[in-house]
């Protein structure tokens, strides 16, 4: 048995065309195009020709039909040129994503979720809101994909491959999701998350999310919610020098040319005295880096702590990956590299994990 519309998925997660997968695996463009709408299905040996090409195991063919991602409903952060091939190889492993999501789901209890959908008031009011609402106050943001998690935002990592793509939410079900990927600085991480939360919060799953305008609420909304006003202006003096926003930008974990942006939307720099820093930072790799930064990148605790507690029912995340159909590299990826390092001999005990009696709410 095969579900014709796996093969469709597992090709646009490899980013093949299927011209590219027929020279690949060595099957012809017209069998391949019948085998993706259903038309005939493929003998097992050419199944297999059609797993080792797209480097998925040929067990995750015959698994039922997956609701993929929808299309209208992600806020994509990518660079403005990135190709449909790129944003679909992403969003089929969003899909890979949401499927371990339902598998941990029927067997843990999760955090459940709590973010609002505010329609659209202005950002620096919505990310006020938010603060409001998850008791925040004031104070620097803590962890931010802990503090996702704990709100019951699904977080999981992107595919390195695709730098092109640093980070997307989707609505699924009344569930809200957020892939991260993992290579830009620690802060500039932290800003990611706090973006597609604004997508999360101000657009809602209604509405396609994506344009310049929804761009730059979600950005206002990221830098309002990790530097909330008051504490800015409490902390940083106007016309503040180079070394002060250097000490200044650990206070609240974000990159030196947030808070210099953040400064002069508050009106603590003026416009020359922003231009001149942003030229003075970018001159110190500042723009595209992060010098003396945080380091560490924020992963999640949600994942650590389901694939902990498996592990002391001898579940290996190989046996979560084989069930799912899936290579343990490729589940891996979505899950911050968690279960190839931080997880590695890890040997504590947990409580039961009877059928949904597991819980992770932090
Ligand atoms: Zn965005």
């Known amino acids: 048995m095969v579900t014709p519309s796996r093969i469709a998925l597992a090709r646009k997660r490899r980013g093949l065309t299927l011209a590219e997968l027929s020279a690949r695996a060595g099957v012809s463009l017209q069998s391949l195009s019948n085998y993706e709408t259903g038309r005939t299905a493929p003998r097992s040996d050419t199944l297999a020709k059609i797993a080792t ?11 039922s039909a997956l609701d993929e991602l929808p299309c209208e409903g992600i806020s994509w952060r990518a660079r403005s040129k990135t190709s449909t091939r790129v944003l679909d ?16 789901d029927e067997r843990f209890r999760l955090p459940a979720v709590d973010v609002p959908s505010l329609g659209k008031p202005d950002p620096e009011t919505a990310a006020s ?15 931010m994909v802990h503090l996702l998690e704990a709100h019951g935002v699904r977080v999981f990592s992107l595919d390195p491959d695709h730098a092109e793509v640093d980070a997307f939410a989707v609505w699924r079900d009344g569930v809200p999701f957020v892939f991260l990927n993992t290579l ?27 344009g310049p305008e929804a761009e ?24 503040a020098h180079l070394d002060q926003i250097l000490r200044g930008k650990r206070i609240w974990k974000v990159s030196a040319m947030a808070l210099t942006y953040r400064m002069h939307d508050l009106g603590l720099l003026t416009d020359w005295q922003y231009r001149s820093t942003c030229a003075e930072l970018s001159r110190l790799g500042y723009r595209s880096d992060e010098p003396e930064g945080m380091g560490q990148r924020e992963t999640s605790q949600v994942l650590m702590k389901v694939f902990a507690a498996l592990r002391t029912k001898h579940v290996r995340p190989s046996g979560v990956a084989a069930e799912l159909g899936l290579t343990s590299e490729e589940m891996n990826r979505l899950l911050f590299g968690l279960t190839l390092t931080s997880l590695a001999g890890s040997g504590q005990q947990d409580t039961s994990t009877a059928k949904r009696n597991l819980s992770v709410v932090s």
């Open 89 to 104: 190889a992403a969003r089929a492993a969003g899909t890979l994503g949401a499927m371990l999501y339902d598998w941990i």
């Open 216 to 239: 730059r609420q979600a950005n206002e909304f990221a830098s309002a919610f990790l530097m909330p006003r008051a504490s800015v202006l409490g902390h940083m003096p106007s016309g």
């Open 53 to 63: 090409a797209l480097e998925f195991p040929a067990s995750f063919f015959a698994g």
């Open 129 to 143: 809101m938010v603060r409001t609402r998850w008791g925040l106050g004031e104070a620097p943001t803590p962890n």
């Open 184 to 210: 830009k600085s620690a802060e500039r991480g932290r800003f990611d998350a706090a973006h597609e939360l604004g997508h999360l919060v101000m657009h809602g799953s209604e509405h396609a999310c994506s």
